[in-house]
């Protein structure tokens, strides 16, 4: 999987990437749609991230650790997520190398023209889409949808003109994660 073919990123909480569990609902997760998988910030279990990013490789899914380059690089993970777009994408780039991704969250438009100009490889956003959507400096550089709570939400971005979704498994039990990834590859037009 590459980034700029990704269309459904998610976010993993906590108490689920420390669950046993973990692994096998983002092995339904991927199955299910999902794309990319992000491990919750302050995660340094390095057995628990080279569980997942084994799920990743077994499904051709990316896996990305939140805030830590050196645990992605000794997991072997895909790449680093930077929580905000004021963290330092050289440094981070300077750990993980040119083969991984560094991505950043943006919590407004200014946040996420930052994230492009210091050379992110994809920005997760949290904040409004309209000053993104169809710029030319943005094309090739994926920007995916997140923060927007529930499917309804996600309808109307859809509608909206967005393309990429972000959802936060701290909203679902585990149990519901695999069909709501569903729902989400569905209404971006996969079947699944």
Known sequence: MRIEDALLYLVLDAALAASPDGPAVCEAAVASGADVLLTPAGVTDLAAVRALVAVGRRADALV????????????????????????????????????????MTARTTDDAWLALKVGADYVLQHGPLAGLRGTRAFAGV??????????????????????????????????QVAATVADYARLLGRSV
């Open 64 to 103: 990305l650790v939140a805030d830590d380059p050196r645990l992605a690089v000794a997991a072997d993970a895909d790449g680093v997520h930077l929580g905000a777009a004021t963290e330092s994408l050289g440094l981070a780039r300077g750990v993980v190398g040119a083969r991984r991704l560094v991505g």
């Open 142 to 175: 994926p920007v995916f949808a997140a923060g927007r709570p529930g499917l309804e939400a996600a309808r109307d971005l859809v509608a909206q003109g967005g393309y990429r979704l972000a959802l936060d498994t701290a909203m679902l039990a585990p149990e």
